[in-house]
């Protein structure tokens, strides 16, 4: 089971959160490490999609007032399960993602 490289949009969002948020990496880094034990954490969205929720301590917020992850599981590999990362967003920036939305991008 590993964590592919994250699509081009999370890396964007992630890159322009990380600028403002010193510790986010961290938190990140933690992130792959529970998904790694529980590839399954978080809200289920259908279709084998995922909202996680990450506290970070420059917010100072825990996970209500966090950041928001959404990742998409694959269970093609020989390996097990392959782990995507879709986008990252900041909760108290955009209040939630429609279901319908992410399923959306997540077939491209």
């Not at 590839?39 to 420059?58: E, F, H, L, T």
């Not at 093609?76 to 429609?98: Q, V």
């Amino acid at each position: 089971m590993f964590i592919n490289n994250p699509e081009p949009y999370f890396y964007k969002k992630a890159k322009r959160l990380l600028k403002k948020y010193k510790t986010l990496g961290q938190s990140l880094a933690t992130l792959e490490g529970d998904l790694l034990e529980n590839p399954q954490m978080g809200n289920s969205y259908g279709a084998n999609i995922y909202k996680v929720r990450v506290a970070d301590a420059s917010k100072g917020t825990g996970k209500s007032g966090g950041f928001r992850v959404i990742t998409y599981l694959v269970r093609e590999s020989e390996e097990g399960t392959d782990i995507y990362l879709i986008t990252i967003f900041d909760k108290s920036e955009e209040a939630s993602i429609k279901k319908e939305d992410v399923v959306k991008s997540s077939e491209h």
